[in-house]
């Protein structure tokens, strides 16, 4: 297969989907695509890799899992600053016996599939990107998202103040709890029947929640948990200069987490890909319990930092307290 | 080494050209980047792999070539349409055993040595990207670079119209030629002392030259020769829906190519990667024979598309007409 049959294929697959975005002036064809931001926003960027046993194993997860989670961990990064996605690039390397056998042509079929039901559902259009054949028998992607928000209203990391609450959207540990079933259960691929339920497989970005926060200047600063809520808590401390106190029995659990009894508020603080947004608000907010269907919960507060004391403290519901360190997700440690 | 370290020593090498950059208003360090395209602009936006063993050797090919090479690939789709570099972006998957060895953090200091280098000479600075643990003993890079243009006015492949010129920036074939040597070498790194005179390993991309043909409004129609300049023409002419005639005696050659001596015009039809520019302009205009310090040559015309009769045509000097193929590179067939 030619890399021409395969750019084509990507582009006959997403045409629909990138024709009806304003955004979108020119999309896959030429050197470079062209995008026309809305007049006063800015532009918002991420990149985010996808690298076959890395970030996924071909064994365990179904290639719809593999594509929505390619996007979906770029659009959590736009959901975290509250932008609006404008359009999405892929690079995209394919071993040459996967595109020699029809399986593997099947594979990526699949893979776009996934990959374009969650487009459609946040309006977004595959405008470009680079094919290759992958130099080792591995599938890589490397998936850009590309945003708008007003100028100087993105939602950053710094700036959380001394007494903001801090809130997370939706409920935690449910992908770690996922991910972990898959492991320990039978080695064989997780064929999801529908997307709702499964935080690892097909974990949903908040992009409605995140510009609702925006809209209505709600957050002071917010991130999204995709290290875990120890190491993406940690960075708004560190970039607001604030110190933050979690109540341990404030914290939501995913379902599928308390099922782990023990090991739930582990998954909860450290697990990471629940792809919840972690947000800072003044106390004064009259905060609601549900933005754009998604449940808020208040689960601490940001505090001054001083010298000696800890970054994170865990407060039990007896009143003690713990350090609580970002023992998340990264990738150059635990691997 | 944690991937935070390597962040972090990304962002120490970079820091001084992104500040500098007005387009740039957050860069690395939160979940997006935040851009402020100038008013009254598109962006422009391109990705492209550089994957070890597909588009580099580490044992042929110098980290400081490694990472020129790599933002020169997207410098020049930026250059084809005339943009303004506004921020580079660096997705870096690095084997573990690298990082643990001395000698591999030096590479990759070296690497990035080299994409800054080429980054300054066109103000353009990195503004984020992502970082991993390569799956496989194998270096992988996808560079996203963004650019602005007056709205409108970027050089698409699509505007040539029947009697049109045809030109090309500086000399075709060199990069070939250079990489044909090295491969037919003693098997040792090329370390360059100079980025002048290396079109495989060095090339430059026509930035400033790509900038006037917008500004001027001389070219109706533009590509980089990236894949050669027989499958690149083939790309206009289909996007512009025409023919094109080549003058074979007036292609101009590089130096290097010229020592292949009968292999000379093939390297220059075919070789691909020379990055420069071929474009249409109609043939009313006066075009300057350098621009941007750029020699720039009439090398055909193109003309009405015809059933039955070949998209390109080469043409030689005692008048005798043969048909010229698309015959450059294409990734899933070469290899």
């Not at 946040?122 to 850009?144: C, F, K, M, Q, R």
């Not at 939706?170 to 898959?182: D, I, P």
């Not at 992009?207 to 957050?219: C, M, S, V, Y």
């Not at 919840?276 to 930092?305: C, D, N, Q, W, Y």
Request: hydrophobic share 40%.
């Amino acid at each position: 297969m030619r890399e021409l049959e395969l750019i084509e294929q990507i582009r006959r697959a997403f045409t629909a989907t990138a024709s009806q975005d304003r955004a979108v002036a020119l999309g896959i064809g030429d050197d470079c695509a062209i995008l026309r931001p809305p007049s006063g926003s800015e532009m918002l960027v991420t990149t985010d890799f996808t690298l076959e046993n890395r970030h996924f194993r071909r064994d365990l997860h179904s290639p719809e899992s593999v594509g929505h989670r390619c996007l979906a961990r770029g659009l959590s990064d736009l959901a975290s600053m509250g932008a609006v996605p404008m359009a999405a690039f892929l690079s995209l390397a394919v071993p040459s016996d996967l595109l020699a056998k029809s399986q593997g042509q099947g594979w990526i079929t699949r893979f776009f599939n996934g990959l374009q039901k969650l487009a459609k559902l946040h309006s977004v259009g595959l405008a470009g990107g680079d094919t290759a054949e992958s130099p080792a028998n591995l599938i890589l992607a490397d998936i850009i998202l590309l945003g708008s928000a007003p100028v100087g209203r993105s939602m950053r990391r710094s700036g959380a103040k001394p007494g903001d609450s801090l809130y997370v959207t939706g409920s935690l540990g449910g992908a770690a709890a996922e991910l972990g079933a898959m492991l320990s259960g039978p080695a064989r691929r997780t064929r999801a029947a529908s997307l709702i339920g499964h935080p690892h497989l097909f974990p949903q970005p908040r992009i409605a929640t995140g510009r609702t926060l925006l809209r209505r200047k709600l957050a002071t600063a917010c991130i999204d948990v995709s290290d875990g809520l120890s190491t993406d808590l940690a960075h708004l401390c560190r970039a607001s200069g604030l110190a933050a106190e979690v109540e341990r029995a404030a914290i939501p659990l995913h379902p599928l987490a308390r099922r782990l009894e023990a090991g739930a508020l582990n998954a909860a603080l450290h697990g990471g890909e629940d792809y919840e947004l972690l947000f800072a608000a003044p106390a004064s907010v009259r905060m609601p319990r549900e933005i754009a269907g998604v449940p808020i919960t208040r689960i601490g507060r940001f505090i001054p930092k001083r010298a000696k004391q800890p970054l994170m403290t865990l407060l039990a519901p007896d009143g003690s307290r713990a350090t609580l360190e970002p023992q998340g997700w990264e990738h150059f440690s635990r691997h």
